[in-house]
Nanobody
Framework: QVQLVESGGGLAQAGGSLRLSCAAS????????MGWFRQAPGKEREFVAA????????YYKDSVKGRFTISRDNAKNTLYLQMNSLKPEDTAVYYC???????????????????WGQGTQVTVSS
C-alpha cells in the first residue's frame, strides 16, 4: 500500500512557475516508479512525466519538455514537478502516481500505475 499526497498547486500567470510536491508513504520509495499525470476539464487524464526509482531514467510528454522537470528525493520520500514557462493549456488537475510492481518501467502507461494521489489544481491565466 502506498499513500500519496500532492501539494503546491495554485494560480499562476502565463510564463510563470509552480512547483508541485508529492509526499509518499507506505513502501520503500526508491523502488517505486513515479509519475505525474494531469486532467483538464472535459479531457481524459494524460501523462506528463515519469521517473525511475533511483531517478536515472526520466520521460516527458513532448509538450512539456524543456519547461517541466521531474525529480525525486528518496531520502524525503518526495516527488517533485518543477513547472516553468507555464501556459494556459497547462491548466489541469495534476496527479502523482506510483507504479510498484516489478515490471514497472519509467515508460509504463498510466493504466499500469497502482496508486494515485487526490490531485492538486493548477490554473494558468493568460
Amino acid at each position: 500500500q502506498v499513500q500519496l499526497v500532492e501539494s503546491g498547486g495554485g494560480l499562476a500567470q502565463a510564463g510563470g512557475s509552480l512547483r508541485l510536491s508529492c509526499a509518499a508513504s507506505g513502501r520503500a520509495f526508491s523502488t517505486v516508479v513515479m509519475g505525474w499525470f494531469r486532467q483538464a476539464p472535459g479531457k481524459e487524464r494524460e501523462f506528463v512525466a515519469a521517473i525511475s526509482g533511483i531517478g536515472v531514467d526520466i520521460y516527458y510528454k513532448d509538450s512539456v519538455k524543456g519547461r517541466f522537470t521531474i525529480s525525486r528525493d528518496n531520502a524525503k520520500n518526495t516527488l517533485y514537478l518543477q513547472m516553468n514557462s507555464l501556459k494556459p493549456e497547462d491548466t489541469a488537475v495534476y496527479y502523482c502516481a506510483a507504479c510498484v510492481r516489478d515490471r514497472c518501467k519509467y515508460y509504463s502507461p498510466q493504466n499500469e500505475y497502482d496508486y494515485w494521489g487526490q490531485g492538486t489544481q493548477v490554473t494558468v491565466s493568460s
